[in-house]
């Protein structure tokens, strides 16, 4: 199965969808840890490039058998078809994850308080986020709104939209 996540930065798409992998012991594809590989690597990273090491990568641990999760912003539709096709071309199903924060004051909060994980890496400042270009979705998806609730709670959500609970509580994932 592959688990592609999508919703803009500070939305908690990291921190969800690190926690389901974490739970199904799956792949984990994070495109700015890859990205900022890149640029300590010397490469510029000025559009796809990221997306496209990750959709490889994806491609032989789905062809391996496993479980994989993508984190990524997906913004557009070219972005999400293409994850899309990586599932397609295989033969595997897929599910699309978009994660939000309805409040726009907690969305702020979360942007402009968070620390990075990945050194080197700058997080994007809250007016780099209002004005990104995200295109709304074109296709049925799940949506997790993570607004006032923790994470916990809203994975405890997502599991059971994935159909998931009962699969992981009996550890049989």
């Not at 078809?81 to 994660?99: C, D, M, N, T």
């Not at 809250?126 to 979705?137: A, F, L, Q, T």
Request: one cysteine or more.
């Amino acid at each position: 199965m592959l688990y592609i996540f999508g919703g803009l930065p500070g939305t908690g798409k990291s921190t969800l969808s690190a926690a389901l992998a974490s739970e199904l012991r799956a792949t984990y594809l994070r495109v700015d840890v890859v990205e900022q590989a890149m640029r300590v690597a010397g490469l510029r990273v000025e559009g796809p490039e990221g997306y496209i090491v990750c959709y490889e990568i994806a491609k032989q641990n789905l062809r391996l058998g496993l479980e994989v999760i993508a984190d990524t912003v997906n913004p557009i539709h070219i972005t999400r078809q293409a994850w899309r096709s990586v599932a397609e071309s295989l033969e595997i199903p897929f599910v699309e994850i978009e994660v939000v924060c309805s409040d726009e004051r907690e969305h702020k909060h979360r942007v402009t308080t968070r620390i990075t994980d990945i050194p080197g890496f700058t997080l994007p400042t809250w007016n780099e986020v209002k004005s990104r270009h995200y295109e709304v979705w074109d296709r049925d998806h799940i949506i997790i709104d993570t607004a006032h609730q923790t994470v916990d709670e809203s994975l405890m959500a997502l599991r059971e939209l994935l159909g998931l609970k009962s699969k992981i509580v009996n550890g049989l994932s």
